[in-house]
């Protein structure tokens, strides 16, 4: 008996285990039902940890701007529930793509090396979203925003962005903690990735793992466009509140913006007329009828015009805030340099720039064109061959050049540059010495010796010169050579690299006396925009001022001018001292002659667009929005208005609206191909 169950045993064996093979291979339906949907359920953990995430990031922001003072009674409930909806929303759309490959891919998982790239791309996936979150808290930082329009141009041009981080951050320290905060969020979810893997959902599961991707991309694309960025009033709970990866998707696909459906128009001749009367001085006479689109008008400046050589100094990042007796009444001084200068010069200590990037401040300061919403016509197609300073300048004999200590390829500005009537344009590889550099570009001593240089050689020919220039230093990492000032460059301060920026335009003054063409320059200095953004308004105005100094000893009398004013007034100002008459084009007015109590500002912010009277601002904003706020000039916060100024309004339509019509109807291009 043993000898015969010995030899029945092996085929009872072989036949248990094709039974089970049969079973696993042919089971019509597949897995049993909670292994087909163990991707599903990855899916939904995923999109939990992405929100509890998102909301531990929101809640380090509001701690963030409670302790700086930026959100002051901040509304946390309501902030907290809106960002977890737009937290959602994104995590939706992100995801979406994920969940479509657990159900399309699923025959890729059989194979090993398949299930090992679905593993490193999982971990890789997993320090980009560490990386976004730790980098939005530096973002903050610099700009007390979430990722804007700013972070899209940083993308555009990584060379400058990585060359920055390294600068600024230790990587030896940062690189380590991604790996380390992605290394353990890839531990706690390694689990149910490889169930997700391991599952072979049958061709139905599959079908409605990818109908439910389809719902999700649409519901979470639904939602963020339903919902308002911007459902509160207070700037700063605004920006705590939204998803920043939304917030940065937003500024992408709305970069060029439109006018028409998206913020209040009026009849285009009402604009028009309004428009018209923001520019009307005392010495000016429109050229063409009232009904006709433009702003074109005879400027009478009398008949004693001096061609004084002009440089334009477009200091980086240089807001009031800096400038010692200013804004900046602390006990640290800042700006010795510009501070003695002003004493013999004429300056303006309420002017605002447009906007908060360069491109803004080269927009309003060389085209003298306001901030219409999106990106700057700097970087926008249709800039080539508008109307211009430069070009203006060409009419009456100048010479005309740029000198930049960066790359001239950073966004747009050479091409910019050299379109809109710079005969030419130079780089940081144009200088011929650069003894000290930052990722950005040379150190400004470096930039105004090369200018110096330059001055030289085109003053020869006898004929008038505009050189404009553009500043790197006052920018991060915020390093400059040692020994400049009694400030160490390895504190990496914002206040240290202002001060070198000053010093470095002081010693330029100073080197500058020595040479044959300094008594017949008018020199100009100003801030193309703060160095932050703060403040509860909209369109925070407060941290949009900036220092316009006029410094020609022999030609311009020295004064303190508190006239309200742009940055796009710097062009019709410096006109109206060099007594040259001209038809305008321009937006800007002379500041000289603005009334006391007159005056205005414009500026943008996130695709909000503002105009102030140094009373009130009016805002403009997507969805056909408006908002006002009551502003008192200087350093002082907005404070909320019930309702907006209707005359404010009706104003600030009419600057922006035919500020579009004439950009994209190509009426404000006519300087370039006037005879």
Not at 408 to 427: C, K, P, Q
């Amino acid at each position: 008996m043993r000898h015969a169950t010995s030899q029945i045993q092996p085929p009872l064996i072989r036949i248990d285990k094709l039974r089970v093979m049969t079973s696993l291979k042919f089971h019509p339906g597949g897995p049993p039902a909670a292994d087909q949907l163990a991707g599903l359920r990855l899916w939904l953990l995923c999109l939990a940890v992405f929100v509890a995430i998102e909301t531990l990031d929101r809640l380090a922001v509001a701690i963030w701007a409670i302790v700086t003072g930026t959100g002051f009674g901040l509304p946390l409930l309501g902030s907290f529930a809106y960002g977890i909806l737009d937290d959602a929303a994104t995590g939706l759309m992100l995801g979406a793509p994920f969940l479509f490959g657990l159900g399309l891919l699923v025959p890729m998982w059989r194979w090993r090396a398949a299930r090992l790239a679905a593993h490193m791309v999982f971990f890789v996936m997993l320090g980009v979203l560490v990386f976004a979150e730790l980098g939005e808290m530096f973002f903050w930082n610099e700009f007390d925003s979430r990722y804007n329009s700013i972070a899209v141009n940083y993308l555009i041009f990584p060379r400058e962005v990585i060359g920055n981080i390294r600068e600024s951050f230790n990587l030896a320290i940062l690189l380590p903690l991604v790996a380390l905060l992605a290394g353990s969020l890839y531990a706690g979810l390694r689990r149910p990735l490889v169930a997700a893997l391991a599952a072979a959902p049958g061709r139905a599961i599959r079908i409605r793992l990818c109908a439910a991707a389809m719902a999700a991309l649409g519901l979470g694309a639904t939602t963020a466009w339903v919902v308002p960025l911007d459902p509160f009033l207070d700037r700063t709970v605004n920006e705590v509140a939204r998803n920043g990866l939304h917030s940065l998707l937003h500024a992408g696909l709305t970069n060029d913006e439109k006018f028409d459906g998206l913020y209040p128009t009026l009849p285009d001749a009402e604009a028009n007329r309004l428009a018209r009367r923001l520019v009307a001085q005392d010495n000016t006479r429109f050229l063409q009828p009232d009904d006709r689109l433009g702003l074109v008008r005879r400027v009478d400046n009398g008949a004693a015009a001096r061609r004084l050589n002009v440089v334009l100094v477009i200091e980086e990042s240089f807001g009031s805030v800096y400038v010692d007796g200013l804004d900046n009444n602390g006990p640290e001084s800042i700006s010795p340099r510009l501070t003695a200068l002003a004493r013999d010069g004429l300056l303006f200590t309420n002017v605002y720039a447009t906007g908060n990037r360069t491109v803004r401040g080269l927009e309003a300061l060389l085209t003298s064109f306001p901030p219409i919403p999106g990106i700057s016509t700097t970087r926008r197609a249709g800039s080539e061959g508008m109307d211009s300073l430069p070009f203006l300048l060409k009419r009456f004999g100048y010479q005309t050049a740029f000198l930049y200590g960066g790359r001239a390829a950073f966004d747009n500005m050479g091409h910019y540059w050299s379109t809109i009537g710079f005969d030419r344009v130079l780089e940081q590889r144009d200088i011929a010495e650069v003894g000290f550099k930052t990722i950005w570009g040379a150190a400004d001593e470096f930039l105004f010796g090369e200018a110096l240089r330059r001055l030289d050689s085109m003053t020869a020919t006898g004929t008038p010169v505009f050189l404009s220039l553009l500043t790197v230093s006052n920018h991060r990492p915020y390093v400059y050579p040692a020994g400049r000032i009694a400030k160490d460059p390895a504190q990496k301060r914002k206040e240290n690299s202002a001060s070198y920026a000053d010093w470095a335009f002081g010693d330029f003054i100073e080197r500058a006396r020595g040479h044959a063409w300094f008594k017949d320059t008018v020199f100009v200095f100003i801030g193309d925009h703060g160095p932050r953004v703060y403040g509860a308004a909209q369109v925070p105005v407060p941290s949009y001022r900036v220092p316009l100094l006029f410094y020609a000893p022999a030609h311009v009398a020295p004064e303190r001018n508190d006239a309200l004013g742009s940055s796009m007034d710097m062009a019709p100002t410096l006109l109206g001292l060099l007594g040259l008459s001209y038809d305008s084009p321009f937006f800007g007015v002379d500041l000289r002659r603005v009334p006391p109590g007159g005056g205005r500002v414009a500026m943008e912010h996130n695709f909000s667009i503002a105009l102030g009277d140094g009373r009130n601002v009016a805002m403009l904003l997507p969805g056909r929005q408006q908002r006002g706020w009551s502003m008192r000039p200087g350093p002082q916060e907005l404070v909320p208005q019930p309702e907006p100024d209707r005359a404010l309004v009706d104003q600030a339509i009419g600057l922006y609206q035919t500020a579009h019509r004439l950009f994209y109807s190509r009426h404000y291009h006519q300087l370039a191909g006037a005879p």
